[in-house]
């Protein structure tokens, strides 16, 4: 029986992908929620926010260390799995991967000096400007990969003579027309996942082992920046609407099963389609689609028969794009929820349900950033790069891409049992309480120290 190469060469690059993007979506929001924590601390001289950013820190080196194993993973798959593609357009994507591998290792360079410096500054404020280009570095790498994939969605910057590349503009490639809405959204769900995630964490261990003034303030703090990302990744999401309704017309039509080019179009959420592709047991929310693709009611808006149906993505991305949408309305609503309830005060933020709710947030949020990504590259199909060259024309054609699914699979399963017990052993025997009173009975007083950085 022959291999299907190119079946193959999508599972090698989906399951890298989804493993990888984890990692990645860590390694972008973190940062920012360990500046935003020491700034406080240092504002309000209360070492509980410094022990969030220290504590926090350290986790987030564990992750720093696997995406980075990850990240080569997928350097090497783009030669290894696709390499019709990176003969096509590596000259046009060689810049922003080589930017973004600068901007990790400028972030990784500063949290180094971040790490092994803490209590080594009398003026408290030197050690926290270490976060701004730990943050900076973070966001530029994502903002330039990001670039690559509006690349593979709204090709540009170059000449295509003779079916190669030629008069090529690197610049002009990643700032394509798809690059600001797709960085938008990939930064603001990436903070919204990392507050998510710590908040979490916090009422998790409230849950477990009741509240405790270092929590509720972990709780508390990234609940607003929660609401905070949560306002901005919906904005980001309506952005990003509206520019497939103006460029990627077929790709928002497959989201909402729009068939027919209509104006006053609905939005239709969940349901499934029969043979016919007739919609059966939907939600239909009048006129709602045109008004999300243009801001007017009745805009007419592109249906999938404008486009020939090889070239129809595949439709279960209704599902996806439902989904993703759904938790980023819920994260937002469980913020409000929250701060009603701090704001009301008949009502206790920290009862059990309000905890556990806050606890699945975190699950879900990433969750959201999965069916996200899955959205983003399956909504492209059938090309790799759009309208340019399809993915079957990119996939390799060796029969040996099999075996390197199962050489992948089992890396990331190592990697991933040696992150849970890496994480465990750091943070299971060391409770933030009993660590915050051995740190204040060992903190040095830079001011008395001789021969260091304060002196």
């Given amino acids: 029986m022959a291999i299907d190469t190119v079946m193959w060469s999508r599972l090698v690059t989906g399951m890298t992908l989804a493993f990888h993007v984890i990692f990645a979506t860590l390694g972008v929001g973190i940062p920012l929620m360990i500046a935003i924590a020491e700034f406080i601390g240092i504002r309000k001289k209360d070492p509980h926010y410094t022990l969030m950013a220290k504590r926090w820190a350290r986790g987030f080196v564990i992750s720093v260390a ?41 972030e990784a360079i500063f949290l180094g000096i971040y790490l092994y410096t803490w209590d080594r500054f009398k003026n408290p404020y030197i050690h926290w400007l270490l976060t701004i280009p730990i943050v900076l570095g973070a966001g530029m790498s994502a903002v330039f990969i990001t670039t690559v994939n509006g690349f593979m969605n709204q090709p540009g910057g170059f000449v295509m003579e003779a079916g190669q590349f030629t008069a090529v503009d690197p610049v002009q490639a990643m700032l394509n027309t798809a690059t600001f809405s797709k960085v938008f959204h990939v930064l603001s769900s990436a903070y919204l996942t990392g507050a998510a995630l710590l908040a979490g964490i916090a009422a998790f261990a409230m849950l477990r082992k009741g509240v405790s003034a270092y929590h509720k303030k972990a709780l508390n703090l990234m609940m607003a920046v929660v609401l905070l990302f949560g306002v901005l990744n919906t904005l980001a999401g309506d952005v990003s609407a509206k520019f497939l309704a103006e460029h990627q017309p077929e790709k928002l039509a497959a989201a909402e099963w729009h068939f027919e080019t209509e104006s006053g179009a609905d939005l239709i959420l969940m349901g499934w389609l029969n043979a016919e592709h007739e919609i059966l047991g939907a939600l239909h929310l009048p006129k709602l689609l045109s008004f999300l693709a243009f801001g007017d009611f009745n805009a007419e808006v592109t249906g999938l028969e404008e486009f020939p149906q090889d070239e129809w993505p595949p439709l279960l991305v209704h599902y996806l794009f439902d989904l993703m949408a759904g938790i980023g309305f819920a994260l937002l609503a469980i913020a409000v929820l929250y701060f009603l309830f701090v704001f009301w005060k008949k009502r206790n933020e920290l009862n059990k349900w309000m905890l556990r709710i806050i606890a699945l947030g975190a699950p879900l949020a990433f969750l959201a950033v999965e069916l996200g990504w899955f959205y983003a590259e399956i909504g492209r199909q059938p090309w790799i790069i759009r309208g340019i060259m399809r993915v079957e024309e990119a996939a390799t054609s060796s029969p040996n891409i099999r075996i390197l699914f199962f050489v992948f699979l089992l890396l990331y399963i190592v990697l991933g049992i040696m992150c849970v017990i890496v994480l465990r052993r750091l943070f299971n025997n060391n409770p933030a309480e009993v660590e915050m009173e051995k740190w204040l009975k060992e903190k040095p007083d830079p001011s008395t120290e001789k021969g260091g950085p304060a002196s």
Avoid: C
């Fill in 66 to 106: 696997v995406g980075v194993v990850t990240g080569t993973v997928i350097s090497l798959q783009l030669a290894l799995v696709w390499p019709n593609f990176m003969k096509l357009a590596g000259n046009v994507i060689a810049l922003p991967l080589f930017m973004e591998v600068f901007a990790f290792f400028f």
